[in-house]
T-cell receptor
Framework: EPEVTQTPSHQVTQMGQEVILRCVPI?????FYWYRQILGQKVEFLVS????????KSEIFDDQFSVERPDGSNFTLKIRSTKLEDSAMYFC?????????????FGEGSRLTVL | DQQVKQNSPSLSVQEGRISILNCDYT??????FLWYKKYPAEGPTFLIS?????DKNEDGRFTVFLNKSAKHLSLHIVPSQPGDSAVYFC????????????FGTGTRLTIIP
């Protein structure tokens, strides 16, 4: 069964450092997303990406965040200068464009710990 | 701005009984409603969805009910099994072309053997 894969599963970094989280979406999917979940809180939308550009972003997704699809398979989230409050689980998700149900397929997440 | 709310943070149900998880929403533009199940340290897994034009959708042990006038949906699991113990998130989307999901805060379901 095709799945969304994410690396690393856990990253520990110092405040102010740059972090790149990587995702390989399901191969025939065309819409890509990043969500995050701070411990004990709800899953929050960060950004959606389609046709090599951001289609929507939340207030959380400020200038410190960027996304990129550098090749045909990877989808990355970069945080330029991490803050303590960036510590969270980051989930990548994808959807086939013609899926009408809104069902997103999520990866297992990358846990980011900022010290 | 909590557009999707799950007012019960936790629920305990005896194995074999019915589990009912509730969700309320405020945005009438939502077109699809979904339930996701999440285990610790894993990503959310899709369970079942319902279109805003329907009031019920059933898939095996899982049934979702939608009451549009009350802006309320519920997930029924019957019979409940120990493997159902997880956090359940209600989510809503704008449907085709607007698949961004807005999640509720989740309900931790514990099935007691």
């Amino acid at each position: 069964e095709p799945e969304v894969t994410q690396t690393p599963s856990h990253q520990v970094t110092q405040m102010g450092q740059e972090v790149i989280l990587r995702c390989v979406p399901i191969s025939n999917h065309l819409y890509f997303y990043w969500y995050r979940q701070i411990l004990g809180q709800k899953v929050e939308f960060l950004v959606s990406f389609y046709n090599n550009e951001i289609s929507e972003k939340s207030e959380i997704f400020d200038d410190q965040f960027s996304v990129e699809r550098p090749d045909g398979s990877n989808f990355t989230l970069k945080i330029r200068s991490t803050k303590l409050e960036d510590s969270a689980m980051y989930f990548c998700a994808s959807i086939a464009r013609l899926a009408l149900t809104g069902e997103l397929f999520f990866g297992e997440g990358s846990r980011l710990t900022v010290l | 701005d909590q557009q999707v709310k799950q007012n019960s943070p936790s629920l305990s149900v005896q194995e074999g009984r019915i589990s009912i998880l509730n969700c309320d929403y405020t945005n009438s533009m939502f077109d699809y409603f979904l339930w996701y199940k999440k285990y610790p340290a894993e990503g959310p897994t899709f369970l079942i969805s319902i279109s805003s034009i329907k009031d019920k959708n059933e898939d095996g042990r899982f049934t979702v009910f939608l009451n549009k006038s009350a802006k309320h949906l519920s997930l029924h699991i019957v019979p409940s099994q120990p493997g159902d113990s997880a956090v359940y998130f209600c989510a809503a989307s704008g449907g085709f072309g607007n698949e961004k999901l807005t999640f509720g805060t989740g309900t931790r379901l514990t099935i007691i053997p």
